[in-house]
C-alpha cells in the first residue's frame, strides 16, 4: 500500500518518499560472487589480465549461446559496434541508414566513423525499423544499414536482410537490448554481416561494461579481432590502418561469464516480473503496456508503457512526480536523435511517426532491484497520478509559475 492520501502526501509536494532505495530502468544485475571469484582465479593465476582464459572462455560460450561460429569481445558495446560498420562499410559512400528512435549516442557512433546518419522512420505497431521503412534512405551515397532492435521485441530482422541483400548493402545490428531473444529463424546473433551487444551493467549481462560481436564471417572476425588489438597482426605488423585499444580485459570477462551462467534464472525473474505489471496494469486505464511477444524466446528486461491520449497527466509531469518518490522512470528514446542538437553533419529527416512516437512511451523500473511488491506499489502509484491527475497538474504548475 502506497499510503497517500491526498496530493500533499505526494514526495514532489514535500511528503515522504515511497522508495529508501531508488528503482530504476537499469538491470543492475549482481551475479553470484563465488562465481566471479571462481572465473577470476583462472586469469589472476596465470597472471594473463587481458587476452587470457576467461576472454578465450566468454568468447566460446557467447558464441555457443547465440549459435553462431565466432564472438569478439570488446571494451564496450559503443566501439564493438563502431568496429564492426567500420570493417564491411562500403568504402567512400558516406551515409549509414539507422532510425532515429533508439540508443541516445548511436549518431556518436556514425560520427567516429565519418558517417553521416540517415535516419530512417519506424513501423508506429513495433518501434522498430523495417525493410519499408529503410527503403526509401537508401541512395548512392548508403554505405550501409544499421538494423537496431527496439527494447521490447526484435525488428523484422529476415525484411531487413532480404531488402539489403537486393541492393548489395552491409547490414549490421545493434542487439544490445535483445540478447535473449529469439526470431523465427533463430536466435539473435548471427543475422546480417554481425551483430553488436553490450556488457553494460544496465543489460542482461553484467560485465562491469564491455561489448562483443557476433558473426559466422570468418575473415570478419579475424579483422575485427585484429582491429580492437591496435591491428596487429602478429608481433608488429599493423594490418587495419586506424586499429584501437578496445579489448575487453579478463576481469570483465569472469563477471561476465558469472553472468551468462545464470542467465536462465534472470529471465525467470524478469518474466515474473513483466507478468505482475501486466496483470497490474490491467485495471488502470490510459496507459498501454508493450507486450512481449510470447510466441518467441524473450529476455523480459524491459518494462515499456504507452501513455495513451486519454491518459490525464503529461509525460513530463508524470515522470516529475515518479521521479521523486524515487521510481525511476524514463522517457523512451527522447528526443530522438534527428531532434538532438548534432556538431557533426546528419542528413535533414521528416519524421512524423518518430516524433509522434518519441512522445508516447515511458520506460518503468525493472531488473534485479525490483521486487513484485515493488512493482504493486509503482502501480498504485500510477492509479494514483491517474486518480488525481487535475489536482497534481494544478499545483504543479501553479507552484512553478513565475508571478
Ligand atoms: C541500444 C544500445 N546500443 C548500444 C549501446 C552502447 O553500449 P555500451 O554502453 O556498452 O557502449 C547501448 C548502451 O546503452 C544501447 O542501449
Redesign the pocket.
Known amino acids: 500500500m502506497i499510503k497517500k492520501k491526498s496530493i500533499e502526501d505526494l514526495a514532489i509536494f514535500g511528503g515522504e518518499c515511497l522508495f529508501a532505495v531508488p528503482k530504476s530502468t537499469s538491470n543492475l544485475l549482481q551475479p553470484d560472487f563465488e562465481k566471479f571469484a571462481g572465473y577470476s582465479k583462472l586469469f589472476f593465476n596465470q597472471r594473463r589480465y587481458s587476452n587470457g582464459p576467461c576472454v578465450e572462455l566468454l568468447e566460446k560460450r557467447l558464441a555457443e549461446f547465440h549459435q553462431t561460429q565466432f564472438c569478439i569481445t570488446f571494451c564496450?558495446?559503443?566501439w564493438a559496434?563502431a568496429s564492426a560498420i567500420s570493417a564491411v562499410a562500403i568504402e567512400g559512400k558516406t551515409e549509414i541508414i539507422m532510425p532515429s528512435l533508439?540508443?541516445r549516442?548511436?549518431a556518436d557512433i556514425a560520427a567516429w566513423l565519418n558517417l553521416k546518419p540517415h535516419f530512417c522512420e519506424v513501423e508506429p505497431q513495433t518501434l522498430a525499423m523495417s525493410a519499408a521503412t529503410v527503403e526509401p534512405c537508401i541512395n548512392e551515397n548508403t554505405a550501409l544499414v544499421l538494423g537496431?532492435h527496439p527494447i521490447v521485441n526484435c525488428c523484422d530482422v529476415k525484411g531487413l536482410e532480404t531488402l539489403a541483400e537486393q541492393r548489395n548493402i552491409p547490414l549490421v545490428f545493434?542487439s544490445?537490448?535483445s540478447v535473449y531473444e529469439s526470431i523465427p529463424e533463430g536466435r539473435v546473433g548471427g543475422f546480417g554481416r554481425a551483430e553488436a551487444f553490450?556488457?553494460?551493467a544496465?543489460k542482461l549481462l553484467n560485465g562491469f561494461?564491455?561489448?562483443y560481436i557476433t558473426t559466422n564471417d570468418p575473415a570478419l572476425a579475424k579483422q575485427l579481432a585484429q582491429a580492437r588489438e591496435f591491428g596487429f597482426s602478429g608481433e608488429e605488423n599493423i594490418v587495419t590502418p586506424g586499429g584501437l585499444n578496445a579489448k575487453l580485459n579478463d576481469m570483465h570477462a569472469a563477471l561476465a561469464l558469472a553472468s551468462l551462467d545464470g542467465i536462465d534464472e534472470q529471465v525467470a525473474r524478469n518474466r515474473e516480473r513483466y507478468f505482475a505489471y501486466k496483470r497490474l496494469l490491467d485495471g488502470i486505464g490510459g496507459i498501454r503496456l508493450v507486450e512481449f511477444d510470447e510466441r518467441y524466446r524473450a529476455g523480459y528486461k524491459n518494462i515499456v508503457v504507452e501513455l495513451l491520449d486519454e491518459w490525464p497527466l503529461s509525460r513530463m509531469d508524470t515522470i516529475s512526480v515518479l521521479n521523486a518518490e524515487k521510481i525511476l522512470a524514463r522517457v523512451y528514446y527522447s528526443p530522438p536523435l534527428h531532434k538532438k542538437p548534432m556538431g557533426f553533419g546528419y542528413v535533414p529527416a521528416h519524421l512524423p511517426v518518430t516524433d509522434r512516437l518519441s512522445e508516447r512511451y515511458v520506460n518503468l523500473p525493472c531488473g534485479h532491484l525490483v521486487s513484485p511488491g515493488d512493482i504493486e506499489n509503482i502501480v498504485e502509484m500510477l492509479a494514483f497520478i491517474s486518480e488525481n491527475a487535475a489536482q497534481i497538474s494544478k499545483r504543479l504548475h501553479t507552484v512553478f509559475e513565475i508571478k
Request: aromatic share 10%; hydrophobic share 30%.
Open positions: 564496450s558495446g559503443f559496434i533508439t540508443y549516442r548511436m537496431a545493434d544490445v537490448e553490450s556488457l553494460h544496465c561494461g564491455g561489448g
